[in-house]
């Protein structure tokens, strides 16, 4: 529900109104599991109060009976208020907010009935501690403890739902936005400007409520972090970004899977009518990407000159999913826990093995090192040895491990991706930040949580002189002139990036190979630099690659735009994005696929919007912006290629997987996609990898694919 129009002098009940959609996120998160929950209890009731006798001589059953006969009433309320809710939020579009006035009032009643239960259930909890000894009616008493216990544990998760997500800063907001109005109204009466000043102390007085607010979310979620100022530092530079990024969005978690089931269809219908079009050089889109006559497909025959590379970017692939340790080694391999038990050095019923001298350093890992059980296991991809790896973990600290490989006479530092809470808030500190250049260079900025974590792994490299070892480590099989290589995914593959630059000074032949590296990485002269010794890797439309802080913004405004042309009730349009559902298109999908002119209006509408960083449904409210960062050095993308009609007919219902060189700028927008979040996952990343090679060896076609006006399926 939107915002109402403000007046004069009720600025207390506009805050209550900026806050009705902290209230309905109350509802979403409790809602449903409260009219089960309503149900379900209902049933339970109704069956202790029918098939149970009561005999009512007897001053504690009848009590129970009564409370019983009470607590049925309120469960028959609350159901009939969820009810009246599903009702009222049918109606209209999302911004169609006249419709669903009344939602607040229900509100607030299912708020005094919820205030009622925890009354009732209080007087359940006396009765318990009075009669549940004496009182001769067991089957009874035992079903009203159980139903005590589970109400008012779900009483307590809605009172931490509502905490998390209920806008403390709401009412600053709403005293700010009226204060603006009636200055802007004054200047138009008077013709003349006030100072500013007051204006930005009103602004910075906003802005600080919400960073607070964030801050408080922050250390709640990773509550479980340990209590550092490193830590406490990342939560306040992770709340000032989220309080930028969410402070002038009033939608609620429905909103957006609304925004982006209709941001979807948008982006396929504007693919299509660009593949239509005639003025333009653009054969179809493969994977979200125009291919043109300017596309570049990897040259992976048998006398490519890219073959020698796309296998060694399959061979690094190993070393980066090996990086992550026994889960993902597990998840990857059927007969995964049969395989780590032969390498595991302690287990419940035998003693520890003691490792040898001839074992590598491990630092960190759990009690039986399943984490190097699982890395061990890259013997099977070559003459490849263990010499040092660390599992420790911290914000800004991730795990590491240094390896030789005799076969191409590299030394292998690999760098884990994102598993732990704390690599999510190394992920999450995506400011840019100078990096720790000498002599420095203002320009050249990176990710800021990943810039602190190159930072430590150089300083461990640096204090266990570890590449030093590594070169002395066997001198007769010439591993002092061992090469450096850095490899990793995700979290790791912006790591490696950093921390090559970092390391290029001293080692000039050093190589870089990112898998799914994040989009907001690097800036533009940084990553010209890397161009030289990096290698990234990006499948389909990974989303990673596409969410830095710049292209978040983005997204921001496109969800915005589609929200507010929407004009279907969210019910309709989410169910109709389920297949099975068999209903029309959202309206303003079929609006937009009408003709042409239309979706080129479309297409102007939304870069306005991008350019002018204003609110689609507010021009008061400028939205934040952040310097463009992407994603490092020359990119591999890893697209598929579907089947025409007729090929499925034929049986061919599988993708071609292909390689093509892309932009680091071709990765501006983020495309919405059921396999957004699969394109990224390691184990997928190095599958896609094999597929292209595996297609190269049992095709005969050439490097580019034959074209076809087909819809992007992913």
Partial sequence: MGRKPLKEGRTVICAINYNRRALRRYKIAAGRKSQKRGQRLTIVLCAILFLVEYDHSVQCIYLLWGHVVGYLSILVASMAIEIAVCVVAMRGSILDTGKRTSMQYILYLRLTVMLIEAGWLSAGIAWLVNYYTDCPIDTAKETLLGMVIFNWCILLSVLITVWCTYDSAGRSWVKMKQYQRSMRESESKFQYKRSGSTRNWRQRKVLRAYQDSWHNRCRFLFCCSAA??????????????????????????????VGLVLLRKFQKIEQKAIVEQRKNDTYEFLSGVAVTPRTQFLSLHEDGIDLELFQTVIHYANFAVRAYGWPVYIITNSMGVCHLCTGLRCCCCLPCRKPSGADPEIVEDNCCQCNYAALSKLIDYGDIEIIYATYHVDVGQTPFFVALDYDRKKIVISIRGTLSMQDILTDLNAEGEPLPLDPPRDDWLGHKGMVQAAQYILEKL????????????????????????????????????????????????????????????????????????TVSVVVGKDVVPRIGLHQMETLRTDLINAIKRSVDPKWKTISCSVLCCGCSQPTSAVELSTGERDVTEYMRSKENARHMGIHPSDSTIALTSHQPLYPPGRIIHIVRHHPTSGQQALNKKDPVYQALWASNIDFDEVLISPVMIQDHMPDRVLEALNKVRSHLSHSSLPDAPIYTIEDDMD
Avoid: M, W
Avoid at 490 to 513: D, F, M, W
């Fill in 228 to 257: 550092k100022d490193r830590n406490s530092n990342s939560f306040a530079d992770i709340a000032r970004l989220l309080s930028d990024f969410f402070r002038d969005l009033d939608v609620v978690p429905s909103d957006v899977i």
């Fill in 462 to 533: 640096d204090q266990g002189q570890l590449v030093e070892r590594a070169k002395a480590h066997k001198p007769e099989r010439g591993t002092k002139d061992f090469d450096i290589v850095i490899v990793g995914h995700s979290l790791g593959a912006g790591t490696a990036s950093i921390l090559g630059i970092l390391l290029r000074q001293r080692h000039p032949t050093l190589l870089s190979y990112c898998y799914s590296p994040p989009g907001g990485l690097l800036s533009a002269p940084a990553v010209e630099y890397t161009k030289e010794f």
